[in-house]
């Protein structure tokens, strides 16, 4: 069975979607109508943009968004798949290639939750580290012993790789103590805040309305979505879980696991990057993985 697999933020570079832009008449059409839809060129930045253009989480996540849907129309009739996920704000992309919801209210949705978790992250500095080498129960356990600072498990990115999230002091604290539990690393990332942690609340508060707003069809085929690392296919469900993801943790290994476990063989990354490939190796060595290849002039 096929699997598509869409990647989240920190998947994004420069020049991002040119080629399918230049070479596709149908991805073209999208990147226009992008544009328009946001009222800036973002292509543009994707194309051309800096460095700290791309940083900003209302052009990261919109740009890694467009990339992946784009990918997936320009596939044409060879995307077929059995089974989609998306890596936090990735599930959208999945989403709309599944057909549960229109290019159109999936880009708005993106560009709303991307500037609700810059307003989130504004107003209460905070962080996230990735945490290397240690089991997933271990750095659960310490994360809730650390009472007197916010920090929680985010991101569970493969066996042995747990991303946290959480208050500065809070991350700062897990991650000392991590490395004397033999962490291998407990890296402190450059991102505007804790995403997928409860301070990420004001924001998921924000894109819950509009989220409820936007009409959801069923999708083409289950789509696994990172609260609750199961299929789904029922639109009420969906919306609920897309509310939820805010605030709650990307369980990515335990939906690749499900994903195996439910027949997929071959996983195919749809977006920029391979980091969702090397994930899916790592969870499970006997997995095929290949990234999507679009038809030119499609």
């Given at each position: 069975?096929?699997?598509?697999?869409?990647?989240?933020?920190?998947?994004?570079?420069?020049?991002?979607?040119?080629?399918?832009?230049?070479?596709?008449?149908?991805?073209?059409?999208?990147?226009?109508?992008?544009?328009?839809?946001?009222?800036?060129?973002?292509?543009?930045?994707?194309?051309?943009?800096?460095?700290?253009e791309m940083?900003?989480?209302?052009?990261?996540?919109?740009?890694?968004?467009?990339h992946?849907?784009?990918?997936?129309?320009?596939l044409?009739?060879s995307?077929?798949?059995?089974?989609?996920?998306?890596?936090s704000?990735g599930e959208?992309?999945?989403?709309?290639?599944?057909?549960?919801?229109?290019?159109?209210?999936?880009?708005?949705?993106?560009?709303?939750?991307a500037?609700?978790?810059?307003k989130?992250?504004?107003?209460?500095?905070?962080?996230?580290?990735?945490?290397?080498?240690?089991?997933?129960?271990?750095?659960?356990?310490v994360?809730?012993?650390?009472?007197?600072?916010?920090?929680?498990?985010?991101?569970?990115?493969?066996?042995?790789?747990?991303?946290?999230?959480?208050?500065?002091?809070?991350?700062?604290?897990?991650?000392?103590i991590?490395?004397?539990?033999?962490?291998?690393?407990?890296?402190?990332?450059?991102?505007?805040?804790?995403?997928?942690?409860?301070?990420?609340?004001?924001?998921?508060?924000?894109?819950?309305?509009?989220?409820?707003?936007?009409?959801?069809?069923?999708?083409?085929?289950?789509?696994?979505?990172?609260?609750?690392?199961?299929?789904?296919?029922?639109?009420?469900?969906?919306?609920?879980?897309?509310?939820?993801?805010?605030?709650?943790?990307?369980?990515?290994?335990?939906?690749?696991?499900?994903?195996?476990?439910?027949?997929?063989?071959?996983?195919?990354?749809?977006?920029?990057?391979?980091?969702?490939?090397?994930?899916?190796?790592?969870?499970?060595?006997?997995?095929?993985?290949?990234?999507?290849?679009?038809?030119?002039?499609?």
């Amino acid at each position: 069975m096929k699997a598509y697999i869409f990647p989240g933020q920190g998947a994004q570079f420069i020049g991002m979607g040119k080629d399918l832009y230049e070479n596709s008449t149908v991805a073209k059409e999208y990147f226009e109508k992008a544009n328009e839809i946001l009222g800036f060129r973002i292509s543009d930045m994707m194309f051309s943009g800096t460095e700290e253009e791309m940083k900003k989480t209302k052009v990261t996540q919109p740009s890694v968004f467009l990339h992946s849907v784009i990918s997936a129309k320009t596939l044409g009739d060879s995307f077929q798949p059995d089974m989609v996920a998306g890596h936090s704000v990735g599930e959208f992309a999945a989403l709309v290639a599944a057909g549960a919801m229109t290019f159109k209210d999936g880009l708005k949705l993106v560009s709303q939750r991307a500037l609700a978790m810059q307003k989130a992250c504004d107003a209460t500095p905070s962080t996230m580290a990735a945490i290397i080498g240690l089991d997933d129960n271990l750095v659960e356990e310490v994360c809730d012993n650390i009472t007197d600072e916010l920090v929680v498990a985010a991101n569970y990115n493969c066996p042995g790789q747990l991303v946290i999230s959480g208050s500065i002091p809070g991350v700062e604290k897990a991650c000392e103590i991590l490395k004397e539990k033999g962490a291998r690393r407990a890296l402190i990332l450059k991102v505007a805040g804790a995403f997928h942690s409860p301070l990420m609340e004001p924001a998921r508060e924000e894109l819950a309305a509009a989220i409820q707003n936007t009409t959801f069809s069923k999708p083409n085929c289950p789509v696994y979505q990172n609260v609750t690392a199961n299929a789904v296919t029922d639109e009420t469900e969906i919306k609920t879980n897309l509310i939820s993801q805010l605030t709650a943790p990307v369980r990515w290994t335990q939906s690749v696991q499900q994903m195996i476990e439910d027949g997929a063989s071959l996983f195919t990354e749809v977006g920029p990057g391979k980091v969702l490939q090397g994930l899916v190796k790592k969870i499970n060595r006997a997995s095929e993985t290949v990234s999507a290849t679009f038809e030119i002039n499609s």
